[in-house]
């Protein structure tokens, strides 16, 4: 029987995650007896992997590039939303048996209800992006009642598909960029989720923002740089805005309290991520 409760992150690359950092530092704080680990796991190693860790007593972890779809048959029960997501990036230890969460879309959510405001529910929102991480927010968004979402994407199809197949139903449109940037002003709340933005990309913005509403708020999942090309373009149009780091700290804050039955100290867990950075 371990007296430290053992947690950790596991992907390929690992070494850069700053989610460890940032654990360990909340169990310490809490004066909790518990360690999180970086695991380099590769792909054959998978099922292997998480097995063993059933097997050595790991109380739970998170996932990461690039294991999140692939780790789903290796799961005892996978959470609904996370179902309907298709990706995990959080496993609970219950009963001896795996349960697989996302925290990533309500992780970006609690972000924004804490950034800019507490009630949403009438916005009207622009997604930019049709990959995972715009799956996890537009699934998310909607499952909380969020109803008018439009999606635009380089491939205007993938975002069609990803409207189709959600279980939760809205109001959406699938839209290319110029016509995202033609509604531009009816948007109250704009979401960035494409790698536009990152290194080596980091003078370029997806769309341009002359027709931003001056009222929206803005949001880029990307925290490093830590304020994008799109990022200043929308600051410059008077939009308040919000890069990722928020979302990262709050995916891991709500693992953390799947975990251990209580929610850490946000404020604390950004400072220590931004210090990294
Ligand atoms: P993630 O899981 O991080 O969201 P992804 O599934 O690879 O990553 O999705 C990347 C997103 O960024 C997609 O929306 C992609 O657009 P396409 O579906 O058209 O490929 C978008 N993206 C990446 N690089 C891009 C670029 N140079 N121009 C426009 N869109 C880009």
């Not at 950092?21 to 796991?41: D, Q, S, W």
């Not at 001896?96 to 924004?112: C, K, P, S, Y």
């Not at 949403?120 to 991480?133: M, T």
């Not at 708020?217 to 939009?239: C, H, M, R, W």
Request: charged share 20%.
């Amino acid at each position: 029987m371990l007296t430290v409760k053992l947690y950790g992150v596991i992907g390929d690359p690992i070494a850069h995650s700053l989610s460890p950092v940032m654990h360990n530092r909340e169990f310490k704080e809490l004066g909790m007896e518990a360690y999180y680990h970086p695991f380099h796991i590769k792909a054959a190693n998978l099922e292997v992997a998480i097995k063993g860790m059933k097997a050595i007593g790991v109380e739970g972890f998170n996932i990461t590039i690039p294991h999140k779809t692939a780790i789903i048959p290796f799961l005892d029960r996978i959470d609904p939303l996370a179902q309907a997501i298709g990706a995990i990036n959080t496993v609970v230890r219950e009963n001896d048996q795996w349960i697989g969460f996302n925290t990533d879309g309500e992780g970006f959510m609690r972000a924004l209800q804490a950034e800019w405001k507490e009630e949403l529910g009438d916005e009207r929102v622009l997604i930019i992006g049709a990959g995972g991480a715009a799956k996890a927010i537009f699934y998310t968004l909607l499952s909380k009642g969020i109803k008018h979402i439009d999606i635009c994407n380089r491939t205007v199809e993938r975002a069609l598909n990803l409207i189709e197949s959600c279980p939760y139903k809205g109001y959406s449109s699938a839209l290319s960029f110029a016509a995202a940037e033609d509604k531009l002003n009816g948007y109250t709340l704009v979401i960035q989720t494409t790698s536009i933005g990152m290194y080596p990309n980091v003078d370029q913005s997806p769309l341009s923002l002359s027709r931003l509403n001056q009222q929206a708020f803005v949001s880029d999942i990307i925290y490093n740089p830590f304020q994008t090309a799109f990022l200043k373009l929308a600051k410059e149009q008077g939009a308040q805005i919000q890069n990722g780091l928020g979302m990262f700290v709050y995916q891991g804050a709500l693992a953390f309290e799947k975990w251990t039955g209580e929610m850490p100290n946000t404020k604390r867990m950004t400072e220590i991520v931004m210090k990294q950075l």
